[in-house]
C-alpha cells in the first residue's frame, strides 16, 4: 500500500523559513499531484498548496511546495514564520487505485 | 459562498448504524465530486470515500464494505451510512468538495463527531 511519511514535528523561530517533507513509500510521487492542508486546533483543515505547487486564493506567498523525484518526496516550506502559522500539517496525494492518502501529519511549532 | 454543513453525529453503541448527512449550498452540487474524510480524536487525516456527480464511488481498502456513500443532487446533499460500528470508528467525520476542475480538497465542513461506544 501507497503511503506518505512526514516528520512527527518540527520547530523554528518566527520570521525563520521551515521546510517540512513528505517521502512516498513507492513507485514515483511524481506520478500523482501533492496537496498540503494545514489544521489549526479545533478546525477543520485547509489547502495551503494543491497541485504541488499551486497556492489557493487568500494564502500567502510565504508558502510554497516543491517535489523532488530523486528522493520521491514533497515538501512545504513557509518563509518569515509567524505564530499564527503554528498548525499541523499534512500532505496528500492518491495511490494507484485513486485512493486518497493522507499523511501522518506534522506539527509545527512556532518557537 | 459555498458551505458544507454535516449532521447526524452522535452517540451510537458498537454494532449500531449511522447516517450523516452534508447539506451543501454556494455552488452547483452536480458539478463536484463530494469526500468524506475522518479523523479520530488525537489523531490524523483519514481518507473515507469520495463520490463523483455521476454517482461513481471509491473507498478506502479498510472500510470498503461497512461504508457507503451516497448522494442526491436535486436536495444539494451528501450523505455516508457507516453500519456495525466500531469504537475505532469513533471520529469527526468531515465531508469536503474538490476544487473546480481539480482533485483537491477545497472546501471543508466543520465536521460531525462520532463516537462508538456503549
Known amino acids: 500500500n501507497f503511503m506518505l511519511t512526514q516528520p512527527h514535528s518540527v520547530s523554528e523561530s518566527p520570521g525563520k523559513t521551515v521546510t517540512i517533507s513528505c517521502t512516498g513509500s513507492?513507485?514515483?510521487?511524481?506520478?500523482?499531484?501533492v496537496q498540503w492542508y494545514q489544521q489549526r486546533p479545533g478546525s477543520a483543515p485547509t489547502a495551503v498548496i494543491f497541485?504541488?505547487?499551486?497556492?489557493p486564493s487568500g494564502v500567502p506567498d510565504r508558502f510554497s511546495g516543491s517535489i523532488d523525484s530523486s528522493s520521491n518526496s514533497a515538501s512545504l516550506t513557509i518563509s518569515g514564520l509567524k505564530n499564527e502559522d503554528e498548525a499541523d500539517y499534512y500532505c496528500?496525494?492518491?495511490?494507484?487505485?485513486?485512493?486518497?492518502?493522507f499523511g501522518g501529519g506534522t506539527k509545527l511549532t512556532v518557537l | 459562498q459555498v458551505q458544507l454543513v454535516e449532521s447526524g453525529g452522535g452517540l451510537v453503541k458498537p454494532g449500531g448504524s449511522l447516517r450523516l448527512s452534508c447539506a451543501a449550498s454556494?455552488?452547483?452540487?452536480?458539478?463536484?465530486?463530494m469526500s468524506w474524510i475522518r479523523q479520530a480524536p488525537g489523531k490524523g487525516l483519514e481518507w473515507v470515500s469520495y463520490?463523483?456527480?455521476?454517482?461513481?464511488?471509491n473507498y478506502a481498502d479498510s472500510l470498503k464494505g461497512r461504508f457507503t456513500i451516497s448522494r442526491d443532487n436535486a436536495k444539494n446533499s451528501l450523505y455516508l451510512q457507516i453500519n456495525s460500528l466500531r469504537a475505532e470508528d469513533t471520529a469527526v467525520y468531515y465531508c469536503?468538495?474538490?476544487?473546480?476542475?481539480?482533485?483537491?480538497?477545497?472546501?471543508w465542513g466543520q465536521g460531525t463527531l462520532v463516537t462508538v461506544s456503549s
Open positions: 463520490i463523483s456527480p455521476t454517482s461513481y464511488t
Open positions: 497541485e504541488d505547487n499551486q497556492r
Open positions: 469536503a468538495r474538490d476544487g473546480y476542475n481539480t482533485n483537491y480538497f477545497e472546501y
Open positions: 454556494g455552488f452547483t452540487f452536480n458539478d463536484y465530486y
Open positions: 496528500q496525494s492518491y495511490d494507484s487505485s485513486n485512493h486518497v492518502v
Open positions: 513507492s513507485g514515483s510521487i511524481a506520478s500523482h499531484y
